[in-house]
């Protein structure tokens, strides 16, 4: 963060792209290591905040600062901002997906997956409101995908293990 804040603000297009690399490897590894991290819910929740949360945290800082950025110095800052807050959205969701799934299955074991598909669901609704408040397209766009693999989830992943009454109530 501090070497995309220090090329930010110099003007110096290496060392942004050079943290841009850095993130993008940086990424790779949390998520090539974060399936060692699913366990009993109090077991690893703070190390994998210190993995998946704090890097997602890291990626919207970036983003940040590379919108507040000179313009004049970095033309192209609204497109690398715009990158680093999806990069950062897109972990939030893997991180707080992660730590639901965990959550639930050691509190709510029966409940596990549909835990997961109602937090999906809330988190698809967050972004179609705020997508339709701001007039941001992409938001819209990513909810209604959201929705739809939150439907197909619920069809063959929850209840697939119901019976065929519980299936045509659904």
Not at 36 to 47: D, F, I, M, T
Not at 51 to 60: D, P, Q, R
Not at 64 to 92: H, M, V, Y
Request: glycine share 8%; with cysteine.
């Amino acid at each position: 963060v501090s070497m995309l804040y220090t090329g930010a603000r110099t003007a110096n297009k290496f060392l942004v792209i050079l943290s841009w690399i850095t993130c993008i490897v940086l990424g790779l590894n949390v998520f090539a290591y974060a399936h060692q991290l699913v366990s009993a819910y109090p077991g690893l929740a703070v190390e994998r905040f210190f993995s998946l949360g704090i890097f997602a945290v890291a990626l919207c800082a970036c983003g940040i600062l590379i919108r507040r950025s000179d313009p004049e110095f970095l033309p192209e800052s609204r497109k690398l901002s715009a990158f680093f807050l999806t990069l950062a959205g897109i972990q939030f969701f893997y991180y707080s997906s992660v730590e639901c799934c965990d959550l639930s299955s050691t509190y709510l074991p029966v409940f596990r997956n549909g835990a997961l598909s109602v937090y999906w669901g809330l988190f698809a609704l967050t972004l179609l409101l705020s997508g339709i408040l701001r007039g941001v397209k992409a938001l819209r766009v990513t909810a209604l995908g959201l929705f739809i693999v939150c439907a197909l989830k619920v069809f063959f992943v929850d209840l697939g293990d119901a019976g065929t009454l519980s299936r045509m109530a659904a």
